[in-house]
């Protein structure tokens, strides 16, 4: 059972690059997110996508895009990284709002 | 707003001995509460999730959690550690289309 899966798993970049994250469940999921975890802390939501076709911020969004290209696939974007944005990466999905979430392995990037 | 308050950054404890980590909620409507631990270097795993009915709800690994509403918390314990529980423990609300709003976690460490 895959779940939900990311990648890349590990990336570097230099500040000013960009870049995409990706994300896919086949839990056939309504609702997906981008959290971001931090030392001291937990994690802090990015965006969300509670269904197909719709995207909202979250607590954490300036820097970021989003996109729901359909329902399994829910991507993270970095225009142009800055060291602030080092970070580790969690995808997670979820049936409704009232269910419990499936994280991925995450994406622990460095901005250099 | 919703909020989570883990007052320990971080716990030690014996092993064999009993463990209780604390957590406290802020939560406009009935809360739907969640414990995920995380391993080094992994993703999120749900322990046990709390909906509504008995207060007193069992998990995995041994864990299980008590909701008290009159005092807004959500205490996870287990009767005896193992080695193997070291890890980092997250205590979570959600019940909005806004995904989970995360405590800022505890360590747990586990001595000989």
């Known amino acids: 059972n895959a779940g939900v899966t990311q990648t890349p798993k590990f990336q570097v970049l230099k500040t000013g690059q960009s870049m995409t994250l990706q994300c896919a469940q086949d839990m056939n999921h309504n609702s997906m997110y981008w959290y971001r975890q931090d030392p001291g802390m937990g994690l802090r939501l990015i965006y969300y996508?509670?269904?197909?076709?719709?995207?909202d911020k979250g607590e954490v969004p300036n820097g970021y895009n989003v996109s729901r290209l359909n329902k399994r696939e829910f991507s993270l974007r970095l225009e142009s990284a800055a060291p602030s944005q080092t970070s580790v990466y969690f995808c997670?999905?979820?049936?409704?709002?009232?269910?419990?979430?499936?994280f991925g392995q995450g994406t622990r990037l460095t901005v250099v | 707003a919703q909020s989570v308050t883990q007052p320990d950054i971080h716990i030690t404890v014996s092993e064999g001995a009993s463990l209780e980590l604390r957590c406290n909620y802020s939560y406009g409507a009935t809360p739907y509460l969640f414990w995920y631990v995380q391993s080094p270097g992994q993703g999120l795993q749900l322990l046990l999730k709390y909906f509504s009915g008995d207060t007193l709800v069992q998990g995995i690994k041994g864990f299980e959690a008590e909701f008290k509403r009159s005092q807004s918390s959500f205490n996870l314990r287990k009767p005896s550690v193992h080695w193997s529980d070291a890890a980092e423990y997250f205590c979570a609300v959600g019940g909005g289309a806004d995904g989970l709003t995360f405590g800022k976690g505890t360590h747990l460490i586990i001595q000989p």
């Open positions: 997670a999905s979820r049936v409704t709002r009232v269910t419990e979430a499936f």
């Open positions: 996508s509670a269904s197909e076709g719709t995207t």
